[in-house]
Nanobody
Framework: QVQLVESGGGLVQAGGSLRLSCTAS????????MGWYRQAPGQQRELVAT???????NYADSVKGRFTISGDNAKNTVYLQMNSLKPEDTAVYYC???????????????WGQGTQVTVSS
């Protein structure tokens, strides 16, 4: 089994910054990709940012230039630095990891429990 533990959410004023962290632990042979998704009330879960094979990053258009995703391979940790936050960034943010548990086994997606980010106007 693999566990993802997120931290760093909270309440911030518009224009402020927050940094989210997510650490994967458990039966990990390799991690192909990690990322952040968010879900606002009444909305579908949407992609925020991903980092694939420890190098390639991808961002939703709505966060480009404001958010930065990065990883610490040794710690199986991914970060999301969020700057210039807007009220529309308010959501529960979920960490996702595509994990292979052993050599030759397929990879599976795992999710964290979510962390609330609230941006006040």
């Amino acid at each position: 089994q693999v566990q993802l533990v997120e931290s760093g959410g909270g309440l911030v004023q518009a224009g402020g910054s927050l940094r989210l962290s997510c650490t994967a632990s458990g039966s990990i042979f390799s991690i192909n990709a990690m990322g952040w998704y968010r879900q606002a009330p009444g909305q579908q879960r949407e992609l925020v940012a991903t980092i694939v094979n420890r190098v390639t990053t991808n961002y939703a258009d709505s966060v480009k230039g404001r958010f930065t995703i990065s990883g610490d391979n040794a710690k199986n940790t991914v970060y999301l630095q969020m700057n210039s936050l807007k009220p529309e960034d308010t959501a529960v943010y979920y960490c996702n990891a595509d994990v292979r548990s052993a050599w030759g086994r397929p990879s599976y997606p795992y999710w964290g429990q979510g962390t609330q980010v609230t941006v006040s106007s």
